[in-house]
């Protein structure tokens, strides 16, 4: 039978390695900092992984919208069904500036910025 084994700690610090080299280009692309994005929604693996992701890119944990608590780690499903809870609890607005971090395991990254 098949079977794997992987280093989770290892995993996630790969991972916000690797966030914190996209946000830095992401940043400089659009033209961001920290303080820009009024919602951000990212990628749900856990508390441990969500606060760790936010101190390394400096960002306000106030402005995250979080569905881990009552979904879980839904994989790759996350971000869209955190994107699309966030717009039916009206927790974003018309106008703000949303930014999407979408992080696997330090495999690869996407960061798309909306204008809702």
């Not at 069904?81 to 607005?93: D, F, M, P």
Request: hydrophobic share 40%.
């Amino acid at each position: 039978s098949l079977h794997m084994q992987t280093d989770s700690e290892q995993l996630l610090l790969a991972g916000v390695a690797l966030a914190k080299e996209t946000w830095i280009e992401f940043k400089k692309e659009l033209t961001w900092n920290e303080t820009t994005p009024d919602k951000i929604i990212c990628h749900q693996v856990g508390a441990v992984h969500r606060r760790k992701l936010y101190e390394t890119l400096k960002l306000d944990l106030e402005k995250d919208f979080s569905t881990f608590e009552t979904f879980g780690n839904v994989g790759s499903a996350s971000l869209p069904l955190t994107l699309g809870k966030a717009a039916e609890s009206k927790a974003i607005q018309q106008g703000d500036s949303i930014a999407l971090l979408g992080i696997g395991s330090g495999i690869n990254c996407l960061m798309m910025a909306v204008e809702w």
